[in-house]
């Protein structure tokens, strides 16, 4: 079955300092990634979607970045970060066809808080 | 995509049936409508979509009207597990369905005990 990691689970960071965020998704090949963030009392606001090594789409224009370094893996960085970064992290990944493409399923997340 | 309205909150005794009403009153023909809920501090959960038949599954039922116009997710038996955020997400299937979900405020959903 299919599998999906986000670290860390929590995180505080101070302005202006860097971030990465690494999702990993297991048992299955050529996924579609997503990373979504949810400020608080707001809903998911998609960021990045990735369909391949190296092909990343970006949404909403922000101080952060995605890389997609290998099949499974999609990271989220910044070189320094914003208050209004803070906010509750999320990868998810779709199959690349088939019914199965229909769902994402989400990962556990990640809450940022920076100070 | 179409936009979806929801009302904020709802309340459903324990063990009856909870029904969540969508409206999506400007829905494409190649859009369909998707369920999604959100238990606090996790991720997103997919539940069930549909395009224009009735759908049913483990989890829930996908009640759509004959016009599209609106629909009605039905939790059968609701049980205290259930309070969350409910999301109806109306959503055009292309590539694969590579782009991703736009999620609007939901439904709070509170099971009674």
């Known amino acids: 079955s299919q599998t999906i990691h986000q670290w860390p689970a929590t995180l505080v960071q101070p302005v202006g ?14 996924p579609n990634l997503y990373w979504y963030r949810q400020a608080a009392g ?19 224009p922000q101080n952060l970045s995605a890389s997609r370094p290998q099949d499974r893996q999609f990271i989220l960085s910044s070189k320094k970060l914003l208050l209004s970064d803070s ?17 994402q399923y989400f990962g556990p997340g990640t809450r940022l808080t920076v100070t | ?19 969540l009403p969508c409206n999506h009153s400007t829905i494409s023909g190649n859009e369909y409508v998707y369920w999604y809920r959100q238990i606090h ?9 549909g ?23 039905i939790l059968p038996h609701a049980t205290l597990r259930d309070t969350a955020v409910y999301y109806c997400i109306v959503r055009r299937i292309a590539g694969g369905g590579a ?13 009674q005990p």
């Open chain 1, 17 to 30: 300092s860097p971030l990465s965020l690494e999702c990993t998704v297991e048992g299955t090949s050529n």
């Open chain 1, 42 to 60: 707001r809903g998911l606001q998609l960021l990045f979607y990735s369909v391949g090594i190296g092909q990343i789409s970006s949404e909403v």
């Open chain 1, 87 to 103: 906010g509750f992290y999320l990868c998810a990944w779709s199959a690349s066809y088939g019914r199965a493409s229909y769902e």
């Open chain 2, 1 to 19: 995509d179409a936009k979806t309205t929801q009302p904020p909150s709802m309340d459903c005794a324990e063990g009856r049936a909870a029904n």
């Open chain 2, 41 to 49: 501090s996790q991720g997103p959960q997919y539940i069930i979509h």
């Open chain 2, 51 to 73: 395009l224009k038949n009735n759908e049913t599954n483990e989890m829930a039922s996908l009640i759509i009207t004959e016009d599209r116009k609106s629909s009605t997710l």
């Open chain 2, 99 to 111: 782009d991703g979900l736009t999620f609007g405020k939901g439904t709070h959903l509170i099971i």
